[in-house]
T-cell receptor, first 114, second 110 residues
Framework: NAGVTQTPKFQVLKTGQSMTLQCAQD?????MSWYRQDPGMGLRLIHY???????DQGEVPNGYNVSRSTTEDFPLRLLSAAPSQTSVYFC?????????????FGPGTRLLVL | GQQVMQIPQYQHVQEGEDFTTYCNSS?????IQWYKQRPGGHPVFLIQ?????EVKKQKRLTFQFGEAKKNSSLHITATQTTDVGTYFC??????????FGAGTILRVKS
């Protein structure tokens, strides 16, 4: 299993540009999430999905869109990039069994918005 | 909204010394999770605690969940250079989203 994969690894955008961060998992997990990580602030939840066709907002959803057409893929779209969106973005997938949740993170995408 | 506070923000220890990081939630949690992130890497799941007063051990790591299910701690005995990284707690309220603490950065001097 490849686990959780993310592309690209690095990206530089100009203010106002749009782009999609890709995320895929091959573990057949129902739950997937997008986080951003900024220095001193831990990880903040952007959007999450509990299954194909179902998405919901996290703590910091503004400026981002998601969709979940398949179990495997959960892309994150930046509609009009702003310097405040400079961050490291992590995608994660998780499964729940007998009350125990285990979450796996992808390697991350480092985004710089100029 | 729910807040998860983690202290200390940073700790630098001599190899062989013990290390503890503490996590406090503003609300009662259904579970708490702990993650480790190496410099330049991604968070890696360590453990989940669910029961009030629960204590779990993984080799030199001891995890505790408070009786009120609002606080937790991670204790590392006799730190090694391989323990270097940032340790995050993440708390989940019943039926709600997972909220991460800001993390504790551990540096180990050999």
């Amino acid at each position: 299993n490849a686990g959780v994969t993310q592309t690209p690894k690095f990206q530089v955008l100009k203010t106002g540009q749009s782009m999609t961060l890709q995320c895929a998992q091959d573990m057949n997990h129902e739950y997937m999430s997008w986080y951003r990580q900024d220095p001193g602030m831990g990880l903040r939840l952007i959007h999450y999905s509990v299954g194909a066709g179902i998405t919901d907002q996290g703590e910091v959803p503004n400026g981002y869109n998601v969709s979940r057409s398949t179990t495997e893929d959960f892309p994150l779209r930046l509609l009009s990039a702003a310097p405040s969106q400079t961050s490291v973005y992590f995608c994660a997938s998780s499964y729940l069994t007998q009350g125990q949740e285990t979450q796996y993170f992808g390697p991350g995408t480092r985004l710089l918005v100029l | 909204g729910q807040q998860v506070m983690q202290i200390p923000q940073y700790q630098h220890v001599q190899e062989g010394e013990d290390f503890t990081t503490y996590c406090n939630s503003s609300t009662t949690l259904s579970n708490i999770q702990w993650y480790k992130q190496r410099p330049g890497g991604h968070p890696v799941f360590l453990i989940q605690l669910v029961k009030s007063g629960e204590v779990k051990k993984q080799k030199r790591l001891t995890f505790q969940f408070g009786e009120a299910k609002k606080n937790s701690s991670l204790h590392i005995t006799a730190t090694q250079t391989t323990d270097v990284g940032t340790y995050f707690c993440a708390g989940r309220e019943y039926g709600n989203k997972l909220v991460f603490g800001a993390g504790t950065i551990l540096r180990v001097k050999s």
